[in-house]
């Protein structure tokens, strides 16, 4: 299966800034997911990373929140946007359709994210 | 829109011993793809196993199988001789089959933490 590399794995930042995360992984895939997992919560999808367009955001999530890049079939990068305390979270992103492996899903080592 | 819902939060078994965590889903769909992940504390997300709705034989893998009930919408994980490794969050994920980039997003349930007594 596919390997995820997510960057960085765990940050600390000032409210009213905004922190980019990297999601590369080591072979084309077809989809790629950003999701986020509150404390103790289960995880939420925050959009879908469309390669070559505009990502495709679930209820709640908007685009000058969480602007996503996808330039690649291998690599995208999640923005969390004039952070509040709110926005302390793990962020993971996931990977599915892979050559080998259409319908397994991979998961990022997720980044924990705290807003002070 | 499909739900999915884990009712134990938590569960506790002992060392060796057999247990068993419930999932139901709510569908209009007659194809998906119903799975297990679990997250230990590392938070690295491991898929335990997989379930295509369209095979009526149980999935099973090494100590882990399902019982895959399609009618009654329920697809229960039972973890046989448990071991010490097995405690973390499992999470129980739906997956739509159909062709449409929104139907290979999966949809999860909040959790169950599992505690295995030594």
């Known amino acids: 299966s596919a390997v995820i590399s997510q960057k960085p794995s765990r940050d600390i930042c000032q409210r009213g800034t905004s922190l980019t995360i990297q999601c590369q992984v080591d072979s084309q895939v077809t989809m790629m997911f950003w999701y986020r997992q509150q404390p103790g919560q289960s995880l939420t999808l925050i959009a879908t990373?469309?390669?070559?367009?505009?990502?495709?955001?679930e209820s709640g999530f908007v685009i000058d929140k969480f602007p996503i890049s996808r330039p690649n079939l291998t690599f995208s990068t999640l923005t969390v946007s004039n952070m509040s305390p709110e926005d302390s979270s793990i962020y993971l992103c996931?990977?599915?359709?892979?050559?080998?492996?259409?319908?397994?899903?991979?998961f990022g080592s997720g980044t924990r994210l705290t807003v002070v | 829109a499909q739900t999915v819902t884990q009712s134990q939060p938590e569960m506790s078994v002992q060392e060796a011993e057999t247990v068993t965590l419930s999932c139901t889903y709510d569908t209009s769909e007659s194809d998906y793809y119903l799975f297990w992940y679990k997250q230990p504390p590392s938070r690295q997300m491991i898929l335990v196993i997989r379930q295509e709705a369209y095979k009526q034989q149980n999935a099973t893998e090494n100590r882990f199988s399902v019982n895959f009930q399609k009618a009654a919408k329920s697809f229960s994980l039972k973890i046989s001789d448990s071991q010490l490794g097995d405690a973390a969050m499992y999470f129980c994920?739906?997956?739509?089959?159909?062709?449409?980039?929104?139907?290979?997003?999966?949809?999860f349930g909040k959790g169950t933490l599992l505690t295995v007594n030594p």
């Open positions: 996931s990977v599915t359709g892979t050559a080998t492996n259409n319908y397994g899903y991979t």
């Open positions: 990373a469309n390669q070559g367009s505009e990502a495709t955001y």
């Open positions: 994920a739906y997956r739509g089959l159909n062709s449409g980039g929104s139907n290979y997003k999966l949809t």
